[in-house]
């Protein structure tokens, strides 16, 4: 692999890595979950830069002088600069055009897709204002990596203002076939906005294909599927499937630190003592992760297999998220109903089924969890890559733990030994749940290894790699400063 000496990177997202909450005891910083930022996160500690995202924090204007800070705080590594948002341009950009309408749309949840003008120009002037602070704040020269729907305009925006910047801007989540892409009323100026990067990267290569058929509607675009070329206004740029991964050494290490394996032990030991199984969810409480339908699958498991009722113990980890959109809030009441309507039927002397975390937990208490588990659900409805499901893989070091993997997440292309599950089946959710609990310990371990083979090759390094590789390619007929090994 290149090993390269970098221009500066500067990381573009809507939400910041690192919030700053005002709280009775002064400022607390929290450290925010979600695929992007735990991806990313790890990444800029290691190479420095800067990080440009929306100041969300009731406390994040406190801890920034001239709108800036390093993070993370014990030890910083980089800087942090924060775009403050009026409640407006949140309710529009966010709220409403980036959640109710891309999110669901790209998700192929058409009927839930809302879009209006206004919530438009609000979409359009906040990545007019990311455009102008970042164009403020790059270094000459810089390798800019943008990310995801929240900012479809940006490319094009930052082009316009500093055409010395490499620009690469990853998709996180499907893009969706033309005909329902068309159903964006401003679907040809996102297209051009992205065609503003010079490399454009998405999940999968079914994703990065569908891009391309869109983007060949334009007038006076041309697109090369084989090449992974799109023409267009006298640039080529280049549209390519990067995968998203995960720091599979990292995770491994921190499972076998002496703190995270005492805690996967304690669990371990309390869950023998009671000849109990544990099957673990973890995801943002949203409605493409199929949170209800999960519930259902084990409701019709509980119901199907009686001798196994005592012997398991759920868990789910849903943390609150979007909160500002009604939906949102809607699904996290009905959660906490439907998962307290599941213990009142299945209840059991001294013990619920079904253990709720209704928030965040501490990272490596995650992958602790994750390592004393004997199975993992995912049961997205339609998901870009899903972390969880790596992650899951790369924190099981006793080879104990099964994957459930829906079939319309992007990590099912790669974690072929997971049982795959279709997400609007519950009986066969249920099936297969009573599959991985009565699996050999041989075939766990056989399938767990084959996996756990592929995302040491396939690691989140990787990932960053290949597209700075690509940015690489695209700056050596800029006359960039870089040096092979
Ligand atoms: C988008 C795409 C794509 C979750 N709960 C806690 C916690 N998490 C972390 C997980 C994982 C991340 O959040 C969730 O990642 P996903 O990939 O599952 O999902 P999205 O947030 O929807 O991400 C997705 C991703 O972008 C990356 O490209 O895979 O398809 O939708 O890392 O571990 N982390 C901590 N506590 C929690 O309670 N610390």
Not at 220 to 248: E, N
Request: with cysteine; glycine share 6%.
């Amino acid at each position: 692999m290149l090993r390269l000496e970098m221009p500066p990177l500067v990381v573009v997202t809507s939400r910041e890595p690192y919030v700053d909450e005002r709280t009775k005891h002064g400022i607390r910083t929290i450290q925010k979950a979600g695929g992007v930022v735990s991806a990313l996160d790890p990444l800029m500690q290691q190479l420095g830069g800067h990080w440009v995202a929306w100041g969300s924090g009731s406390g994040d204007r406190e801890t920034c002088q001239d709108g800036s800070r390093m993070v993370p705080a014990k030890n910083p590594r980089y800087r942090l600069h924060r775009l403050f948002l009026d409640p407006e341009e949140v309710q529009g950009f966010y709220a409403s055009y980036s959640n109710q309408g891309l999110w669901p749309l790209c998700h192929l949840l058409i009927e839930r897709a809302q879009f209006s003008e206004d919530a438009y120009l609000q979409y359009r002037r906040v990545n007019q204002r990311f455009a102008r602070l970042t164009a403020e704040r790059a270094p000459k020269d810089a390798w800019v990596f943008s990310h995801d729907y929240q900012l479809s305009l940006l490319p094009g925006m930052l082009r316009a203002l500093r055409p010395d910047l490499t620009l690469a801007h990853f998709w996180h989540i499907p893009w969706p076939p033309r005909r329902v892409w068309q159903l964006v009323p401003q679907h040809r100026q996102l297209l051009e906005g992205l065609l503003g990067a010079d490399v454009l990267g998405f999940q999968t290569a079914a994703d990065a294909e569908q891009f391309m058929g869109a983007a060949a509607t334009l007038p006076g675009a041309s697109a090369d599927p084989v090449q992974g070329i799109v023409h267009w206004r006298g640039r080529r740029v280049r549209v390519q499937a990067f995968p998203i991964s995960v720091d599979f050494r990292g995770i491994q290490a921190l499972v076998q630190s002496v703190r995270v394996a005492r805690f996967a032990h304690r669990i371990r030991r309390w869950l023998d003592r009671r000849g109990q199984k544990l099957v673990i969810a973890v995801e943002r409480a949203d409605y493409t992760k199929g949170c209800l339908q999960r519930l259902k699958g084990w409701e019709i498991f509980m119901r199907r297999h009686p001798e196994w009722r005592h012997q398991v113990t759920f868990l789910q980890v849903v943390v609150p998220t979007r909160m500002e959109v009604p939906e949102y809030r809607q699904l996290f009441s009905h959660l906490e109903a439907r998962s307290a309507a599941f213990n009142r039927q299945w209840a059991r002397p001294g013990r619920p089924p079904l253990i709720t975390i209704p928030h965040e937990v501490d990272r490596a208490r995650l992958m602790g969890l994750f390592r004393a588990a004997d199975v993992a659900i995912i049961q997205s409805l339609f998901d870009g890559m899903n972390l969880v499901a790596k992650e899951f893989v790369a924190s099981q070091v006793d080879h104990r733990g099964v994957l459930l993997l829906s079939r319309t997440a992007g990590a099912a292309e790669a974690l072929k030994e997971a049982l795959p599950i279709h997400p609007l089946d519950p009986e066969g959710a249920a099936e297969s749940l009573y599959q991985a609990l009565t699996m050999p310990k041989e075939e766990r371990a056989e399938r767990l290894r084959v996996m756990q083979r592929y995302l040491a090759e396939h690691d989140l390094e990787g990932w960053i790699e290949d597209i700075l590789a690509a940015l690489y390619d695209v700056s050596l007929s800029r006359d960039a400063r870089i040096v092979a090994p």
